[in-house]
C-alpha cells in the first residue's frame, strides 16, 4: 500500500489528496522484495567463458508527471484519455501534475463541468494523482467583480489544497502554488512579477515542511509557473524560493508547465530545473525535436548515492515520453495483424480510362476504388499529387468511410496548367485509417502511381529534339517491354548505342543495355571493360550457350563511346567507335525469353531492375540485320530507321514516363526510377 503522509498547514482534518481510480480509496500497489540474487546466473551450460552477472539490487520507482491540458481543442482530452491509457501500462507509482488541468477562465457552472470531465478521465489511472493549480484552474471571468479567491474554493473543493507535501518510499514531494496574485491589490495575472510572488505564508508551508522531509533521500517540487525563466517573473521572489530550496540538501529537481514547451534550463546548486509542454493542451505545431509535443515525463528514483552518469543526476533520470509512443504489446495477435496487412496490400483499381499522355491538351477524369477486404470499416482518404509538376486536380483530396466488404469510388477530374509536354507521371497518396471498436490504426501512408498510357504523336514530334539521352544515376534505368518489339531467333541482328560512362560505373559488373537471364543478348559492363553476349543454341547441341565477345580496352569516365554488337550467323564481333575489337565464332539460334529489355541495366529472373549502370545513354538502335562487317564511321551520319530497324530510342523526348520510339509504331521505353535528361 502507498505510504502518502500529508503535511499540510491546515487546521481542517486530513484530506484523501491522492486520486484513486474512480475516486473509490487507496489504490493498493505493493510489490513483494525480490529474493536476494545470487553472483552468477543459472545455467546447464559450462560456464567457464564469459560471466553473465545478474543485476545489482536497490530501490527503484518510478513517477509520471502529466503536463499542461488547457489551451488547445476540445479535443485535446483525448490525448489526455491517451496518456491514461499508456501511463496504466507503464504501470508507475504515483502521476503528478503541472497545473492547467482545466480550460478555466470561466463561471463556477461550467468550471464544474471541466472539472468533472478532467477528474473523469484521471479516474482511469490505476495508481493515485496528485493535482497542483495552474492559472486556469483558478482565474474567474466572467461580468462583475471576481469573487474573493476567484476559483480557488471551488479548486481545494474539488481538486485539493493549493499546497502541500507528502512522502513516498523515503522521497519527499512538494506541491507549491503559483498563482497566488498581487498581495497588495489581489490581481491574478501571469504578466506581473508582483503578482508572481510567493506569499510570507506559503514560504513557511515550504520551511515546515522541507523540514519534515530532511530525511528524505530525495525531495521533488511541482508547482505551475516556470518562475526562473525570467520574463514576466522577473520582479517575484523566485530567488528566495530556490535558496529555500537549496538550504535543505535533499532537493533534486523542480517541475512546472505553463509554456507548453520542453525546456531543460539545466541544474543549479544541485537542483535540476524542468518546464514541461502538454497533454492535451494547445501546441505552437507539431514539433518534438522543437519541445513542441503532447508526452509526459517518466522520472526514476534511486538511491542518491549511485554511480553518476551523464543522464543521471544524483539518483534521478527524466525521460520525456511522448504521447502515443506506448503501445501494449497483447494487441497485436495473429487475427490482428492478418486484418491490418490486408488492409496495407488493398491495391487502388483503375474504373476510369488511364490518364492518357500526347502532344494534345491533356484533360479528363480519372477513378480509382478502393475494396475492403475486412470485417471492418476503413476511413480512406486519397489524395493527388502533382501540382508542382504543372497538374491541376479537382478536388484537391476525397475521404470515404469504406464499410466491410464494400467499394468505393475516388473521382478526380485533371487538366495540365499549360501546353508543355509532361515529363512526371501524376500519383495518389493514400491514407487509411482501420476503425476498431473506439480505436483507429492510422497505416502508414502509401504513394501509388496513376495509370498511365500514351497517347498518339505526330511525325513532328522528334524534329528539332535536342541531341541530349539520359542520365542515369546507377539506380534508373528505360524499360521496354518484351511485346512491344519482335527480334527474329534464328536471324542476325545488331544493338547499337552511345554511352558516356560515370566513374562509379567503372567498378564491379554493370547492365549496359540487357535482356538476359540465360537467354537473349546484354551489353554488359565488368570494371570498365565493356563486352557483348549473345545466347546462343546451335543445331543439335543441345543447351544453349553464351558467346561473348570482350573488348580488350576500358573505357574512361567522362568520354563518350559509340558501341555497337554484332551477330551476323557464324560469328559475334564488338565494335568501339567504330573499331571492330572483339569477334568469337559462334552459330545457331538465339534463347528467347519473356523479359523486357533494359536500357541502363540488366532484367532479374522476374523481370525487375538489376546491376543499373550511371552516366548517359543515347540513341539505341536494334535491328534485324547484321549491319557491320568491317571498320565504320559512326559519327559519318545520325541513326535512322529502315526496313531492318526493330526499334529506335533516340531518349531526347519524353512524355511523362515514356520514351517513344521513333519510326517504330508501338515500341515505347518507360522510365524506372529517377530518369533524367542530360545536360
Known amino acids: 500500500m502507498h505510504c502518502l503522509t500529508l503535511a499540510l498547514l491546515l487546521a481542517a482534518a486530513p484530506l484523501a489528496l491522492a486520486h484513486p481510480p474512480g475516486e473509490d480509496g487507496p489504490h493498493a500497489h505493493e510489490h513483494d522484495a525480490p529474493a536476494a540474487a545470487p553472483d552468477t546466473v543459472f545455467t ?84 493515485p494523482w496528485f493535482p497542483v493549480a495552474g492559472n486556469h484552474d483558478v482565474y474567474w471571468r466572467g461580468p462583475g467583480d471576481p469573487p474573493p479567491g476567484e476559483h480557488e474554493p471551488q479548486y481545494e473543493k474539488h481538486f485539493g489544497p493549493l499546497w502541500y507535501s507528502f512522502e513516498h518510499k523515503d522521497c519527499g514531494f512538494l506541491v507549491l502554488y503559483s498563482d497566488e496574485g498581487d498581495p497588495v491589490t489581489g490581481e491574478k495575472t501571469f504578466s506581473k512579477g508582483s503578482a508572481q510572488t510567493m506569499s510570507p505564508e506559503q514560504l513557511a508551508f515550504v520551511r515546515q515542511s522541507l523540514e519534515q522531509l530532511k530525511h528524505c533521500k530525495h525531495v521533488f517540487a511541482f508547482l505551475h509557473h516556470p518562475r526562473w525563466i525570467g520574463a514576466g517573473y522577473t520582479d517575484g521572489n523566485w530567488d528566495e524560493v530556490h535558496e529555500t530550496l537549496v538550504a535543505v540538501g ?18 543549479k ?125 479537382a478536388p484537391d483530396h476525397r475521404h470515404a468511410t469504406v464499410a466491410p466488404g464494400e467499394t468505393a469510388e475516388f473521382a478526380f477530374s485533371y487538366a495540365l496548367r499549360d501546353d508543355r509536354l509532361p515529363e512526371s507521371v501524376p500519383e495518389l497518396v493514400l491514407n487509411a485509417d482501420v476503425i476498431d471498436g473506439d480505436a483507429r490504426v492510422s497505416l502508414p501512408t502509401r504513394t501509388l502511381p496513376m495509370d498511365v498510357a500514351l497517347g498518339g504523336l505526330s511525325e513532328t514530334f522528334f524534329t528539332d529534339a535536342p541531341d541530349r539521352g539520359v542520365q542515369l544515376d546507377g539506380g534508373s534505368a528505360v524499360r521496354v517491354a518484351d511485346d512491344a518489339f519482335r527480334l527474329p531467333a534464328d536471324g542476325p541482328f545488331t544493338l547499337e548505342f552511345a554511352y558516356t560512362p560515370d566513374a562509379a560505373s567503372l567498378k564491379g559488373g554493370r547492365g549496359l543495355i540487357a535482356k538476359t537471364q540465360q537467354s537473349e543478348y546484354a551489353f554488359f559492363l565488368n570494371d570498365g571493360v565493356p563486352q557483348f553476349d549473345v545466347h546462343l543454341t546451335a543445331p543439335g547441341a543441345g543447351a544453349g550457350r553464351y558467346v561473348t565477345a570482350v573488348s580488350p580496352l576500358k573505357l574512361e569516365a567522362g568520354k563518350t563511346y559509340r558501341l555497337a554488337g554484332v551477330y551476323d550467323g557464324s560469328e559475334v564481333r564488338l565494335y568501339l567507335d567504330g573499331m571492330p575489337v572483339a569477334a568469337v565464332p559462334g552459330e545457331g539460334k538465339r534463347t528467347l525469353n519473356d523479359l523486357p529489355l533494359y536500357l541502363g541495366g540488366d532484367p532479374g529472373r522476374d523481370g525487375e531492375l538489376t546491376r543499373p549502370v550511371a552516366g548517359v545513354l543515347n540513341d539505341v538502335r536494334l535491328s534485324k540485320t547484321a549491319r557491320y562487317s568491317e571498320q565504320y564511321d559512326p559519327s559519318a551520319a545520325p541513326l535512322t530507321t529502315d526496313a531492318d530497324t526493330v526499334l529506335l530510342l533516340p531518349l531526347d523526348r519524353r512524355v511523362g514516363p515514356f520514351f517513344p520510339g521513333q519510326g517504330t509504331d508501338g515500341v515505347v521505353g518507360r522510365a524506372v526510377g529517377d530518369v533524367r535528361f542530360a545536360e
Open 269 to 393: 546548486d544541485g537542483i535540476a530545473y524542468h518546464a514541461l509542454a502538454t497533454t492535451g493542451g494547445h501546441l505552437s505545431g507539431d514539433a518534438p525535436v522543437l519541445g513542441y509535443v503532447h508526452h509526459m515525463h517518466v522520472v526514476t528514483v534511486r538511491d542518491p548515492d549511485v554511480p553518476a552518469t551523464a543522464e543521471n543526476h544524483a539518483g534521478m533520470t527524466v525521460a520525456m515520453l511522448p504521447v502515443g509512443a506506448v503501445a501494449d504489446p497483447r494487441q497485436y495477435t495473429p487475427e490482428r495483424l492478418a486484418l491490418l496487412d490486408a488492409v496495407r496490400r488493398v491495391q487502388l483499381k483503375r474504373k476510369s480510362a488511364p490518364l492518357t499522355f500526347g502532344e494534345e491538351a491533356v484533360s479528363g477524369e480519372y477513378v480509382a476504388t478502393f475494396a475492403n477486404p475486412t470485417d471492418t470499416p476503413i476511413d480512406v482518404e486519397i489524395a493527388p499529387r502533382g501540382v508542382e509538376a504543372g497538374w491541376r486536380f
Open 44 to 127: 546447464t551450460r559450462p560456464n567457464h567463458g564469459q560471466q553473465v552477472v545478474p543485476p545489482k539490487e536497490e530501490g527503484m520507482f518510478q513517477f509520471v508527471i502529466f503536463g499542461d491540458r488547457t489551451g488547445g481543442e476540445p479535443e485535446g482530452i483525448e490525448v489526455l484519455k491517451q496518456a491514461v491509457q499508456e501511463t496504466n501500462l507503464l504501470d508507475p507509482d504515483l502521476v503528478m501534475t503541472v497545473g492547467d488541468l482545466i480550460q478555466g477562465y470561466n463561471q463556477t457552472p461550467e468550471w464544474m463541468i471541466q472539472m468533472k470531465e478532467y477528474r473523469g478521465v484521471m479516474s482511469g489511472l490505476n495508481m
Open 250 to 267: 535533499n532537493v533534486r529537481a523542480v517541475f512546472a508547465g505553463h509554456i507548453h514547451r520542453v525546456r531543460y534550463e539545466g541544474v
